[in-house]
């Protein structure tokens, strides 16, 4: 007879994996990046249970948007005030936080629950080639 392996969070093998963004769509690094971080490469992948791997995320400041999603794609937010809405593109969002277009990319592929919210801050963005988890020893993930 087959036994069904259910994972919880005791049993779980967590593995550091490093994504250099440079020159890669963004829509693309995404959904590979949110996929490792709910552990749907793993084969006993259980969606109720936060089994993904932690992902450094690097040069996200060189993130490739085509189709002049530059100056066309418009990120909008609420102050929470009457006529609060605040607005700004995708060039204005990168000069002023590179790691927020992939951070928002990612989390909108994220489940809307509490897990997708604790998987989340299995992510960090930098803008650059450099980040502080040199002592984790990272394992190169490759974008399709």
């Keep these: ?7 919880n969070n005791q049993t779980v093998d967590k593995k550091w994996y490093i994504v250099d963004a440079k020159n890669i769509p963004l829509g693309r690094l995404a959904a590979s990046v949110a996929s490792t971080l709910r552990g749907k ?7 109720n249970c936060d089994m993904g791997d932690n992902v450094i995320v690097i040069n996200a400041k060189e993130v490739l948007l085509t189709a002049k999603k530059d100056e066309n794609k418009i990120y909008y937010h609420h102050s929470g005030y009457p006529g609060g809405l605040k607005k700004i593109n995708a060039k204005d ?34 803008a650059s080639s450099e980040h502080k988890q040199e002592a ?3 394992i190169k993930l490759e974008v399709k």
């Design 93 to 126: 969002l990168r000069e002023k936080h590179p790691e927020a277009l992939v951070e928002k990319a990612v989390r909108g592929m994220l489940p809307h629950t509490k897990l997708g919210r604790k998987q989340f801050k299995n992510l960090y963005v930098y």
């Design 41 to 47: 490469n793993k084969p006993t992948f259980t969606p």
């Design 1 to 7: 007879m087959r036994q069904t392996t259910i994972v």
């Design 136 to 138: 984790q020893k990272p």
